[in-house]
């Protein structure tokens, strides 16, 4: 982390979307600016857009990766109180969200709730599982990992605190 003034870079983003977007929200919240890790849902250009809509819609409120790609990526889990800039497929900024639970929970015991909260597709538990099952095959197709029923997963709930163009 390198500081400049009051800016601290964190991810130096490549969109100028990602910048304004992190600028106009802490200039909102009168905090030194931050730029924030930026990132798109999915694995896919037209999932990746439609999780967006339904976020900017407040309609999708959570996400599922697994534990397994985080330890296969080497990454951090997603703490309460963090802050992302959510990115369409080709990196245009359009929302910053806010971690507000973070749970690992196994694949089989992801409830209709928490379903209804991930809110893609009908939102039952029963397209959840359809549509999951199928994307963790190829979240960890490059993996040491294979999916299975008891697979850990990180279950993310988050609220939607900036929109681009917010003042």
């Known amino acids: 982390m390198a500081s400049k003034g009051t800016e601290i870079l964190v991810d130096v983003p490549n969109h100028p979307s990602v910048r304004k977007i ?28 439609e999780c967006l809509s339904l976020v900017l819609a407040g309609i999708k409120k959570a ?55 991930e809110g893609e597709g009908d939102r039952s538990l029963e397209y959840w599982q359809r549509v999951h099952w199928d994307y963790y095959h190829r979240e960890l197709a490059d993996t040491d990992y294979t999916p299975d029923k008891k697979m850990p997963l990180v279950c993310e709930e988050f609220e939607v605190v900036h929109k681009l163009g917010d003042l």
């Open 22 to 49: 992190c600028a106009d929200y802490f200039d909102r919240i009168n905090q030194p600016v931050q730029y924030l890790d930026s990132w798109h849902f999915c694995d896919n250009e037209k999932d990746a857009n």
């Open 63 to 117: 996400t599922t990766p697994s534990l397994w790609w985080y330890q296969a990526n080497e990454l951090a889990l997603p703490q309460v109180g963090d802050l992302n800039v959510v990115t369409d497929w080709n990196g245009v900024a359009s929302c910053i969200i806010k971690t507000v639970s973070v749970k690992v929970a196994p694949f089989n015991n992801i409830d209709a709730a928490y379903a209804l909260l």
